[in-house]
């Protein structure tokens, strides 16, 4: 990619000076509603206009064509179909997620075939065998392998005070490593396809480690095109260590890409991965790792459109909540388990961070009523939530003997002794109150209206919650059917996250994601780790958390990077983009060269700006505005773009101004705003 011209630095100020505002904006905490004079009526939005809004808050982004499906059949009808995801078919996202089978593994099954690096200790202290499978027991041998030599080099840099490897160490390993991995793959690609894998597994250990961790391209690329999604799995897991862990979470966050960009069910991904925020674990966290799958899977995707109670308990049964937030090894001072009955003052192994996570972040708000005591005592509610034997995968259990006895005082009432089902009662009780409805009314405005969401909306949404008993489709029905919803001040007002960003890319230009894992990376390094958000509080979804000038420039380089197809070897089609939109448009609706409606007619004006383009490229700029950005780009932003194309180009080829349009039309404010 050519070094950023002159004209592009006006571009990154343009998209600092966004920054700015965005980052001057205050965010309002949820409060309890206080009654207040009607506010004025609001600007409505056109048709296509909603339409619009309906796909850029509940979608990744809207595809070419997808705003006149929608007008077509109506925004109500189209959203009512997204808020039934069973009934809507899913064919390429489900051929795609086929390639990841740990993804449909209980949490057991994963530890067998994905071992732990506490499962690996395990079997080289002698106190677990390893499988009898023949090919997991190779990939088992290449782990073991790495852990043994992982302990002797530490325990030699402890000795002799050495540093471990840098980055430019092991980069120079690789190199030196590649064409010996090279000459074994050619090896195996010499065996028919159906049997490369039991060629891999024959061979010793230190080849096979070889092999795997150092092979280049073409000939890794060669041999996981023909593997069968098990032997890339085992491929995987002798390609790192030396525990599996790390192709569970691969898999999952590459999942996550192209469920946003290929899902055909997009309002459910929305409303996924909003859930997963609100009721955030971090997949890093020891145990948490195996869970995590069966997690987003069984706990939030499936409760996501359902009753907020359900939602609730579903999570808070979930091992992945209980051992992030520690309630499984949390014991009742006075419990069977504490060994130290009736005295209270050693308030042994008692944890609270579940007891006080599940007011402040998850029902009822920071400002929901409760007190200290009133953490202590739900923590004490909930003693005996536990999982039986997290380091073996197994699931939710109440073990009466870590539960505290008696009654317990919480939010002024008296909690009679009543084991596990106080702890269900008590989070019932959570999810049925006002201040929860409100908190989770103003969560949801705020994710799918304003980062400062209108106090009257939140209001009605809030009273559909308690009416409805906390029905999570009729909340976002209150919502959605809003006059604040509908209306221009709220329109394009909420600033992309970086999965969302990098997501709309893909989905705005019709680009295939063949290789997920460089965007996993992409969009951790724009700062949102997919899974990684280590604080219980999830990814802030406003804009003052993310419209930073750093961060808005390297959405610019993405942007440059993706145009020029630069990002994992992903190839972008800038003349198959534009081709799309010159077949689609029709006689009263084609592109507007400086915003408008689809219905306008192309018309280019009088007195070009700056940097005037041949008239070919001013239509083909006007389209494209069109297409990724509804024409919405400011007369600032479009000279930049103008002086850009108008420039000296580094080629002549009619691709590459495609490619540099397509770009800057990216990297725009316009386009990071939905």
Same mark, same amino acid.
């Not at 499906?69 to 996202?93: C, H, M, R, T, Y």
């Given at each position: 990619?050519?070094?950023?011209?002159?004209?592009?630095?006006?571009?990154?100020?343009?998209?600092?000076?966004?920054?700015?505002?965005?980052?001057?904006?205050?965010?309002?905490?949820?409060?309890?509603?206080?009654?207040?004079?009607?506010?004025?009526?609001?600007?409505?939005?056109?048709?296509?206009?909603?339409?619009?809004?309906?796909?850029?808050?509940?979608?990744?982004?809207? #595809?070419?064509?997808?705003?006149?499906?929608?007008?077509?059949?109506?925004?109500?009808?189209?959203?009512?179909?997204?808020?039934?995801?069973?009934?809507?078919?899913?064919?390429?996202?489900?051929?795609?997620?086929?390639?990841?089978?740990?993804?449909?593994?209980?949490?057991?099954?994963?530890?067998?075939?994905?071992?732990?690096?506490? @499962?690996?200790?395990? $079997?080289?202290?002698?106190?677990?065998?390893?499988?009898?499978?023949?090919? *997991?027991?190779?990939?088992?041998?290449?782990?073991?392998?790495?852990?043994?030599?992982?302990?002797?080099?530490?325990?030699?840099?402890?000795?002799?005070?050495?540093?471990?490897?840098?980055? /430019?160490?092991?980069?120079?390993?690789?190199?030196?490593?590649?064409?010996?991995?090279?000459?074994?793959?050619?090896?195996?690609?010499?065996?028919?396809?159906?049997?490369?894998?039991?060629?891999?597994?024959?061979?010793?250990?230190?080849?096979?480690?070889?092999?795997?961790?150092?092979?280049?391209?073409?000939?890794?690329?060669?041999?996981?095109?023909?593997?069968?999604?098990?032997?890339?799995?085992?491929?995987?897991?002798?390609?790192?260590?030396?525990?599996?862990?790390?192709?569970?979470?691969?898999?999952?966050?590459?999942?996550?890409?192209?469920?946003? @960009?290929?899902?055909?069910?997009?309002?459910?991904?929305?409303?996924?991965?909003?859930?997963?925020?609100?009721?955030?674990?971090?997949?890093?966290?020891?145990?948490?790792?195996?869970?995590?799958?069966?997690?987003?899977?069984?706990?939030?995707?499936?409760?996501?459109?359902?009753?907020?109670?359900?939602?609730?308990?579903?999570?808070?049964?979930?091992?992945?909540?209980?051992?992030?937030?520690?309630?499984?090894?949390? @014991?009742?001072? /006075?419990?069977?388990?504490?060994?130290?009955?009736?005295?209270?003052?050693?308030?042994?192994?008692?944890?609270?961070?579940?007891?006080?996570?599940?007011?402040?972040?998850?029902?009822?708000?920071?400002?929901?009523?409760?007190?200290?005591?009133?953490?202590?005592? *739900?923590? =004490?509610?909930?003693?005996?939530?536990?999982?039986?034997?997290?380091?073996?995968?197994?699931?939710?259990?109440?073990?009466?003997?870590?539960?505290?006895?008696?009654? =317990?005082?919480?939010?002024?009432?008296?909690?009679?002794?009543?084991?596990?089902?106080?702890?269900?009662?008590?989070?019932?009780?959570?999810?049925?109150?006002?201040?929860?409805?409100?908190? $989770?009314?103003?969560?949801?405005?705020?994710?799918?209206?304003?980062?400062?969401?209108?106090?009257?909306?939140?209001?009605?949404?809030?009273?559909?919650?308690?009416?409805?008993?906390?029905?999570?489709?009729?909340?976002?029905?209150?919502?959605?059917?809003?006059?604040?919803?509908?209306?221009?001040?709220?329109?394009?007002?909420?600033?992309?996250?970086?999965?969302?960003?990098?997501?709309?890319?893909?989905?705005?230009?019709?680009?295939?994601?063949?290789?997920?894992?460089?965007?996993?990376?992409?969009?951790?390094?724009?700062?949102?780790?997919?899974?990684?958000?280590?604080?219980?509080?999830?990814?802030?979804?406003?804009?003052?958390?993310?419209?930073?000038?750093?961060?808005?420039?390297?959405?610019?380089?993405?942007?440059?990077?993706?145009?020029?197809?630069?990002?994992?070897?992903? =190839?972008?089609?800038?003349?198959?983009?534009?081709?799309?939109?010159?077949?689609?448009?029709?006689?009263?609706?084609?592109?507007?060269?400086?915003?408008?409606? #689809?219905?306008?007619?192309?018309?280019?004006?009088?007195?070009?700006?700056?940097?005037?383009?041949?008239?070919?490229?001013?239509?083909?700029?006007?389209?494209?505005?069109?297409?990724?950005?509804?024409?919405?780009?400011?007369?600032?932003?479009? /000279?930049? @773009?103008?002086?850009?194309?108008?420039?000296?180009?580094?080629?002549?080829?009619?691709?590459?101004?495609?490619?540099?349009?397509?770009? *800057?039309?990216?990297?725009?404010?316009?386009?990071?705003?939905?």
């Amino acid at each position: 990619m050519r070094a950023m011209r002159p004209n592009l630095l006006l571009l990154i100020s343009a998209l600092t000076a966004i920054a700015a505002v965005a980052g001057s904006a205050q965010v309002r905490k949820p409060a309890p509603a206080q009654h207040k004079s009607p506010a004025p009526a609001l600007p409505s939005l056109t048709d296509e206009e909603r339409a619009i809004e309906m796909l850029n808050r509940f979608t990744f982004g809207p #595809r070419p064509g997808d705003v006149e499906a929608v007008v077509k059949i109506g925004p109500d009808a189209w959203f009512e179909q997204q808020l039934n995801p069973d009934s809507i078919p899913d064919p390429v996202l489900d051929k795609r997620l086929a390639d990841y089978p740990s993804l449909y593994l209980p949490p057991n099954e994963l530890l067998v075939e994905f071992p732990s690096n506490q @499962i690996i200790r395990q $079997i080289t202290e002698g106190k677990r065998p390893q499988p009898p499978d023949p090919v *997991l027991d190779a990939a088992y041998e290449v782990l073991l392998t790495k852990y043994s030599r992982r302990q002797a080099e530490q325990k030699t840099q402890q000795d002799q005070n050495q540093p471990e490897m840098t980055d /430019d160490q092991k980069a120079l390993r690789r190199k030196q490593q590649q064409p010996a991995a090279a000459v074994l793959a050619d090896e195996i690609l010499a065996f028919p396809k159906g049997e490369r894998i039991q060629g891999l597994v024959r061979m010793p250990v230190d080849q096979r480690i070889t092999l795997t961790e150092f092979v280049p391209d073409p000939q890794r690329g060669l041999l996981l095109n023909d593997f069968t999604p098990r032997e890339k799995e085992l491929f995987n897991v002798m390609a790192g260590g030396p525990d599996g862990m790390h192709v569970i979470d691969n898999e999952l966050q590459q999942a996550k890409v192209l469920r946003a @960009i290929l899902s055909e069910r997009q309002l459910q991904e929305v409303i996924t991965d909003f859930w997963y925020n609100h009721f955030n674990v971090d997949i890093r966290k020891e145990a948490t790792q195996w869970y995590t799958p069966t997690y987003e899977r069984d706990a939030i995707r499936a409760h996501a459109l359902g009753k907020f109670r359900d939602l609730l308990l579903a999570t808070a049964q979930n091992p992945a909540m209980l051992f992030y937030l520690d309630n499984w090894s949390s @014991i009742g001072p /006075d419990s069977q388990a504490a060994g130290r009955p009736n005295q209270k003052k050693q308030q042994r192994g008692l944890n609270e961070n579940y007891g006080r996570e599940v007011m402040e972040l998850h029902t009822v708000g920071v400002n929901g009523g409760y007190s200290q005591a009133d953490v202590t005592n *739900l923590a =004490k509610i909930l003693t005996g939530w536990t999982i039986d034997q997290p380091q073996q995968g197994g699931g939710f259990v109440f073990d009466p003997r870590k539960h505290e006895p008696g009654a =317990k005082q919480w939010f002024g009432q008296k909690v009679s002794e009543d084991g596990y089902v106080e702890g269900q009662r008590a989070l019932e009780w959570l999810a049925a109150q006002p201040q929860t409805a409100h908190f $989770i009314s103003y969560e949801l405005a705020q994710r799918f209206v304003a980062d400062d969401p209108p106090e009257d909306l939140v209001d009605r949404m809030a009273k559909t919650y308690l009416s409805t008993d906390g029905d999570i489709k009729e909340i976002l029905r209150t919502m959605v059917h809003s006059p604040e919803f509908n209306s221009q001040k709220y329109y394009r007002v909420k600033v992309k996250t970086p999965l969302e960003f990098v997501a709309s890319v893909f989905r705005a230009t019709d680009t295939n994601p063949s290789n997920p894992g460089a965007l996993v990376g992409v969009i951790g390094r724009m700062g949102e780790p997919l899974y990684q958000m280590q604080p219980p509080t999830g990814y802030s979804t406003t804009a003052d958390h993310w419209m930073n000038s750093a961060a808005l420039v390297d959405r610019l380089n993405f942007s440059l990077q993706f145009a020029n197809s630069k990002v994992g070897g992903i =190839k972008f089609d800038a003349p198959r983009l534009l081709a799309e939109g010159l077949l689609a448009r029709t006689a009263t609706a084609p592109a507007s060269l400086h915003g408008g409606s #689809r219905t306008q007619s192309v018309a280019l004006t009088p007195d070009p700006p700056s940097g005037a383009l041949p008239s070919g490229q001013e239509e083909a700029l006007g389209l494209m505005e069109q297409m990724l950005v509804d024409g919405k780009v400011s007369t600032k932003i479009n /000279d930049v @773009i103008h002086k850009e194309l108008a420039g000296p180009q580094p080629s002549s080829d009619p691709a590459q101004t495609l490619n540099t349009m397509t770009a *800057l039309i990216l990297g725009s404010p316009e386009f990071q705003m939905h």
